[in-house]
């Protein structure tokens, strides 16, 4: 199972950028999905969480500038972030926990992707 992840880049303060993850392999069922960030020194943090029934949980510092969402079909989750700030500079890594192979369960973690919000 992997996940890889896309959207990462430069952004002034204000601007807006989407991340996006999309599962592959013998994944047979997914359970949470979400984004992670962290910078350098400090520990990961939760950015977002949505459930397999779509409960969604935000990190204190992203309620009401970022948006998950998730397509089951495509085993695909993405985060719409807007007004960012320089504090949101980190590198954001996507997370999916479920059954894959012969109904074993697994936790995986995506490569990271690099967001700079300069001032």
């Known amino acids: 199972v992997q996940l890889q992840a896309s959207g990462g880049g430069l952004v002034e303060a204000g601007g807006s950028l989407r991340l996006s993850c999309t599962v592959s392999?013998?994944?047979?069922?997914?359970?949470?999905m979400g984004w992670y960030r962290q910078d350098p020194g400090k520990q990961r943090e939760l950015v977002a969480m949505?459930?397999?029934?779509?409960?969604?949980k935000y990190g204190d510092s992203v309620k009401g500038r970022f948006t998950i969402s998730r397509d089951n079909a495509k085993n695909s989750v993405d985060l719409q972030m807007n007004n960012l700030q320089p504090e949101d500079t980190a590198v954001y890594h996507c997370?999916?926990?479920?059954?894959?192979?012969?109904?074993?369960?697994?936790?995986?973690w995506g490569q990271g992707t690099l967001v700079t919000v300069s001032s």
């Open positions: 392999g013998s994944v047979l069922s997914l359970n949470d």
């Open positions: 997370s999916a926990d479920g059954d894959y192979s012969d109904s074993q369960y697994g936790f995986w």
């Open positions: 949505v459930s397999s029934r779509g409960e969604i």
